[in-house]
């Protein structure tokens, strides 16, 4: 079974609009954290958010919050007033156990983003 | 914030030739490297964890052999890939996990075409 599922290739937004990127999980270690990434075209990944499982409240950075449902296992990324450079690919990925283990992160397929101005 | 340092970023090479590609972390100290091959418009596949001191775990389908990696010390580590063909032709990305907060550093990755 896929760790990290992404089921939109890709997404369109409107300049301002908000935007919600799709992200579930499977995994059953009760320690895991999961991650949003964005790669611009130059290929580097920029984090953007992170979730703990046991994190009460849904993580926010900026224009950029966690929607983050532990029972659905979903951890959707809504992006809000969306602007010309967030066009890039965002992937959604999942590291079990505690966050100083060093385990390694599963991704997800990604989400090509296109903002249109 | 931590920083890994990667290079080169990007590099043409003739079939049959070797490329080596650097990670060093600037400003901690990596015990772990994590190297990643990804493909146009696909995701990042994990090739191999790279462990300062010993030797590095492969994922399956990896030839040993063919990608070596290294790690020497506890701020560098590399992936050589050996005798490359057209098909290694991919992106290759370097990661360490940090520990503390948000864990993991990327590299820049390195653009490797072989002609």
């Known amino acids: 079974a896929q760790k990290i599922t992404q089921t939109q290739p890709g997404m369109f937004v409107q300049e301002k609009e908000a935007v919600t990127l799709d992200c579930t999980y499977d995994?059953?270690?009760?320690?895991?954290?999961l991650f949003w990434y964005k790669q611009p075209s130059s290929g580097e990944m920029i984090f953007l958010i992170y979730q703990g499982s046991y994190d009460q409240q849904n993580a926010t950075e900026g224009r950029y919050s966690l929607n983050f449902q532990k029972a659905r296992k979903s951890a959707n990324l809504v992006i809000s007033a969306s602007q010309l450079g967030d066009s890039a690919m965002y992937f959604c990925?999942?590291?079990?156990?505690?966050?100083?283990?060093?385990?390694?992160?599963?991704f997800g397929t990604g989400t090509s983003l296109t903002v249109i101005p | 914030g931590a920083v890994v340092s990667q290079h080169p970023s990007r590099v043409i090479c003739k079939s049959g030739t070797s490329v080596k590609i650097e990670c060093r972390s600037l400003?901690?100290?990596?015990?772990?490297m994590f190297w990643y091959r990804q493909f146009p418009k696909q995701s990042l596949m994990l090739m191999a964890t790279?462990?300062?001191?010993?030797?590095?775990?492969?994922e399956q389908g990896v030839e040993k052999d063919k990608f070596l990696i290294n790690h020497a010390s506890l701020t560098l580590s590399t992936l050589t890939v050996t005798s490359a063909h057209p098909e290694d032709s991919s992106f290759y990305i370097c990661?360490?996990?940090?520990?503390?907060?948000?864990?993991?550093?990327f590299g820049s990755g390195t653009r490797l075409t072989v002609v």
């Open positions: 990925a999942m590291r079990e156990g505690r966050l100083d283990t060093g385990n390694q992160f599963y």
């Open positions: 790279s462990n300062e001191g010993s030797k590095a775990t492969y």
């Open positions: 995994t059953s270690d009760p320690s895991y954290g």
């Open positions: 400003d901690f100290q990596a015990t772990t």
């Open positions: 990661s360490a996990p940090q520990g503390a907060a948000y864990g993991y550093t």
